[in-house]
């Protein structure tokens, strides 16, 4: 039982993980796109400061979120929120 909660867990890391590497691939590749297509067309390297700034803010968070959980909601808080959401549950049941 508590292998398989261990590997549950391990999944769901492991997708956090690839999720945020799409991302990051995502982010990367558009911009080069972008920069790229204004370079042919204008013959200068000019991109959308904003836009890849504000794109850039939010990858910045995602990785955060995936890669400092703790630093946000402390060590093990998934865990003790859904065992307080259970307990709940439990003491609501007639």
Not at 41 to 64: E, R, Y
Request: hydrophobic share 45%.
């Amino acid at each position: 039982m508590e292998n398989n909660i261990k590997y549950e867990q391990a999944k769901k890391r492991v997708k956090q993980i690839k999720g945020f590497y799409i991302h990051a691939g995502v982010f990367i590749l558009v911009n080069v796109f972008l920069v790229c297509l204004k370079f042919m067309k204008h013959g200068q390297i000019d991109f959308n400061v904003w836009g890849t700034s504000l794109w850039g803010v939010g990858l910045a968070a995602h990785g955060a979120s995936v890669f400092l959980p703790n630093f946000f909601l402390g060590r093990n808080w998934e865990e003790r929120k859904i065992r307080e959401l259970m307990d709940k549950q439990k003491n609501l049941k007639p």
